[in-house]
């Protein structure tokens, strides 16, 4: 079963949409609203990504989350900020039932061993941020696409499940926030490559991409701005999926 999913960015308290990763523009209502409204219209998942966490030092999402689940009962994914099991152990606490670890598991790959073990493999997701290069691979970026390594992406995936990662989450910087559709080659080669679900996120524009997505290997698609712009809804996307055979919750 194939998941659609809501990517929401934060900043501060507010929800935030960018290009790139970068040049974020912040939408009017609250996060909580937008998270009520997918779950009533059948968002399998919901993704909260602090978008300058790991800029700033600052504290992660732990109010936004409590309040989500209140009222909104899917699995809630946490990033940004998250540097250690203590880190990850307030977020789950809060009521968010995994962690995406960016920044931190680049510099000290060993957090992803430490939270599968504390936590559980499912509660282990590695976001990596990726950028094609000119010979055509893709090397990991982090602390919100501001700082490029030399870590193959592929690579780097096959190294966080080894560690214990449950989950990926794959983002094309390249695609982010363009609605162009996403980045094909990255996802097959991922997926291709592990074993564990990849959800695809970046460049999402219109049904037929999360089809296409899902073709390319991945397990789910985050989507964000076409949803909070309502050019796409999670009904269409469900629809879309389940005419090209596809079965989705």
Known sequence: ???????????????????????????????????????????????????????????????????TTDNVFVPLTVGGGIRSVEDAFEILRSGADKVAICSQAVKTPNIISEVA?????????????????????????????????EIDVVEWAVKGEELGAGEILLTSIDKE????????????????????????????GKPADFVSAI??????????????YKKSSVEDVKKAAKEAGIEVR
Request: hydrophobic share 40%; net charge positive.
């Open 1 to 67: 079963m194939k998941r659609v999913i809501a990517r929401l960015d934060i900043k501060g308290n507010r929800l935030v949409k960018g290009i790139h990763l970068e040049g974020w523009r912040f939408l009017s209502e609250s996060p909580n609203d937008y998270c009520f409204g997918y779950y009533e219209h059948g968002i399998d998942e919901i993704i909260y990504v602090d978008a300058v966490a790991s800029l700033y030092d600052r504290d992660s999402l732990k109010e936004i989350i409590k309040r």
């Open 117 to 149: 073990s504390k936590f559980g493999n499912q509660c282990m997701v590695l976001s990596i941020q990726a950028k094609k290069n000119q010979n055509g691979n893709y090397s990991v970026w982090y602390d919100v696409a501001r700082e490029k390594t």
């Open 177 to 204: 926030g363009l609605e162009k559709g996403m980045d094909y080659q990255l996802i097959e080669m991922v997926s291709k490559a592990v074993s564990i679900p990849v959800i695809a996120s970046g460049g999402y």
């Open 215 to 228: 073709n390319s290997g991945a397990d789910a698609v985050a989507i964000a701005k076409s949803l909070h």
